[in-house]
């Protein structure tokens, strides 16, 4: 009863008396690719054995050098908390505090640590998969991983990380899954337009290959998206005869709802964005949440009581309001 209690909250109280901020912390793990979302685990010293302590919610704040994020946590133990790793927009290696915040508004720097962001394959792959999109041959180099048996559990591991790197992207404007500047006119001295797509490799062509259905769903959210569906291959085949014949059959059914329904809603991730470059973003797993705030040179940063409070704030008007947030299954 009480460890739902505590999940339900979001963050999670541990006794903080005699914690100094050289107090050691271990990040775990201790680099994360630019998209994030990967478990992070803070393992506080087997000295430091904590006791409970309602009043007390602990959050993690990452440091960097052009954005902030502060995430809250799950207590696991007395000497163990989780969060998500949240997304970051370059690579570096940032200071992450550990923080209490108890119930009379005193907030209070526990322990530090580094943590390195860093462009993973997954993150590559999607910047070419953006590049390819609606060149005639962009797609040719990806069909040579036909050629290898790529097992089911690695598939779907590139699926999610894949689908991350994607939605972590910034796309160029005017970029659509046919090709950037669709219906550009033919001699318009524009890279990767196209003013009428002909048969070629879409990128649901190579999400349907491999059965990526967090990818799918990604592409199928953006302009060109519903087009590419009914658009063939140069073997004549369209992305749902493709999921068809290698036996994607959850991929499949998405694909012909999708053909078949016109206000068939994709269900993806949202952010609650607001002024100021402030993100708040709910993470369901752990029923965490992190605000992301970018930092503009010569401004003066805000102070770390500030932060914990306008996070408190948001946290309970997502609450109340009972914004939905959805996931990717």
Not at 15 to 23: A, D, E, F, M, Y
Not at 44 to 67: C, H, I, P
Request: aromatic residues 4%.
């Amino acid at each position: 009863m009480e460890r739902g209690m505590l999940r339900e909250r979001g963050t999670h109280a541990l006794n903080t008396r005699n914690i100094r901020v050289s107090s050691v912390m271990k990040l775990n793990p201790q680099q994360a690719p630019l998209y994030g979302e990967c478990l992070l685990t803070v393992q506080l010293g087997d000295g430091e054995r904590l006791e409970d302590e309602e009043d007390v919610e602990f959050y993690l704040l990452f440091a960097g050098t052009t954005q902030r994020h502060l995430t809250s946590t799950l207590r696991i133990s007395h000497v163990t908390l989780q969060a998500v790793c949240p997304a970051h927009d370059c690579c570096e290696s940032v200071q992450v505090t550990l923080c209490s915040a108890r119930s009379d508004g005193s907030v209070d720097p526990v322990a530090e640590e580094r943590f390195q962001f860093v462009q993973d394959l997954a993150f590559d792959m999607a910047q070419f998969l953006v590049s390819a999109a609606g060149r005639a041959d962009g797609l040719e180099g990806a069909l040579l991983l036909d050629e290898c048996q790529i097992p089911l559990q690695e598939c779907e591991r590139l699926d999610e990380s894949l689908s991350l790197a994607l939605r972590h992207l910034a796309l160029p404007q005017g970029w659509s899954i046919l090709g950037a500047n669709v219906g550009t006119p033919p001699g318009t001295d524009l890279d990767n337009s196209i003013a009428e797509p002909g048969p070629h490799e879409t990128l649901l062509h190579f999400a349907a290959r491999r059965g990526l259905r967090r990818v799918a769903l990604f592409l199928l959210e953006q302009p060109g998206g519903r087009e590419a569906l009914r658009l063939p291959n140069k073997q004549g085949s369209t992305p749902v005869s493709v999921a068809e014949k290698r036996g994607h059959d959850q991929l499949q059914q998405l694909f012909t709802e999708v053909e078949t329904l016109s206000e068939t809603r994709i269900k993806t991730e949202e952010r609650q964005c607001y002024p100021g470059g402030r993100v708040l973003q709910h993470h369901p797993k752990l029923n965490t949440y992190t605000l992301t705030v970018d930092t503009l040179l010569g401004k003066p940063l805000p102070s770390l009581k500030g932060q914990v409070e306008e996070l408190q704030k948001l946290i309970q008007r997502h609450r109340d309001n009972k914004v939905s947030y959805i996931t990717l299954l």
